[in-house]
């Protein structure tokens, strides 16, 4: 125990029957030309041979947990980090590969870069010749957040200090897209970057838990999504909230609601007078939204009526906001001939 020293990076990789894929994943770690690290693998009650093949391996980085009862891999990577001892921790799943520069490439980039508290990279899907390329600095990642994840959560390497400045690192809750909520929550600790290079295979199949809960992942990303508004300096009530939360599922909003929305827009755009989000994108961004709600109202009805053409000859001058002419043309003539039906 004496002789132990610290290491720079804990690789933390949380497994569940991984067998078929675990021994690519952690050859590819083993491999890695940045070798001072510890591998803190938490098995999640696997029944498969996951546990023995990692038994197999004889290397003194290698630290395996195994927990008695399933309970999820987000509660196994807040134990990881609970546990870990490095002052970056490198995330892996069991089923992906690393390329062997990844991490050097990484610890550089955020030794150079102390503001920096997630760094992530570009990345290939197994079987496939698709490419993953993403947003690579912090303003276009926050606008990019936005709409969606856009940060590789097997491939980051994350600053244990940052991290340690949230509450909770992973959030139980928002499973199985709690890497989005912690990197919406991280935009208020430091900064966010994806490395321009492709270190990373990811492997895509049925039996990942993304695939196996889409619902609930949708719905985990549209509260985030809602949340990562926090960031204004506003606050919103109820009918607001809903307003954004139906708007961002391209969920039907009433006359009423559109009115409000186009209001709501305005109010959010003053609220990003700090620049929070780079401000032109932060506006196409909002634009974007607003407009979609405004033609799946007025272009995307099952049914028509005179009154349809009237709320929006009169949004259309309130706002200055419309249709083109031939959207505008197909509107009155639906609108006619439903009344003329009647």
């Known amino acids: 125990m004496d002789n132990y020293k610290i290491p720079t990076i804990t690789v933390l990789m949380p497994v569940y029957n991984c067998a078929l894929y675990i021994n690519e994943a952690m050859d590819s770690i083993l491999s890695q030309t940045f070798d001072d690290f510890e591998f803190l693998i938490i098995d999640d009650a696997s029944t498969d041979d996951t546990v023995s093949i990692i038994k197999s391996y004889n290397d003194p980085r290698i630290q395996l947990v195994e927990k008695p009862v399933n309970t999820g891999y987000t509660n196994s990577l807040n134990y990881g980090l609970s546990i870990a001892n490095g002052k970056y921790i490198a995330r892996m799943d069991g089923d992906d590969i690393s390329l062997p520069e990844r991490f050097q490439r990484q610890y550089d980039f955020m030794e150079a870069n102390p503001d920096v508290v997630v760094c992530g990279v570009n990345f290939s899907i197994i079987g496939t010749q698709e490419i993953v390329v993403l947003p690579q600095e912090n303003e276009t990642i926050k606008l990019q957040l936005l709409i969606g994840n856009c940060l590789a959560h097997p491939s980051v390497l994350m600053r244990k200090q940052g991290l340690e400045a949230l509450s909770v690192a992973y959030n139980v809750a928002k499973e199985p897209a709690e890497d989005y909520d912690l990197w919406v929550r991280i935009l208020g600790v430091g900064k966010l970057h994806n490395l321009q290079e492709i270190l990373l295979k990811y492997r895509v ?20 999504r809602v949340g990562i508004f926090k960031y204004l300096n506003c606050a919103f009530d109820d009918e607001e909230r809903l307003i954004l939360k139906n708007a961002i599922q391209n969920k ?29 994108g932060f506006q196409d961004y909002l634009l974007a939204l607003y407009r979609k709600s405004f033609k799946k109202y007025f272009l995307e009805r099952e049914k028509y009526f005179p009154l349809i053409f009237f709320q929006y000859w009169k949004i259309k001058w309130g706002s200055r906001f419309n249709l083109s002419t031939v959207d505008e043309i197909k509107l009155l003539a639906k609108s006619i001939i439903y009344f003329g039906r009647k």
């Open 252 to 280: 039907d909003l009433d006359y009423h609601q559109l009115k409000s929305f186009f209001i709501l827009k305005e109010k959010m755009i003053l609220a990003n007078a700090n620049n929070f989000f780079e401000s032109n």
């Open 205 to 224: 199949h049925p039996t990942q838990v993304s695939q196996k809960r889409n619902k609930q992942q949708k719905q985990s990303v549209t509260e985030t």
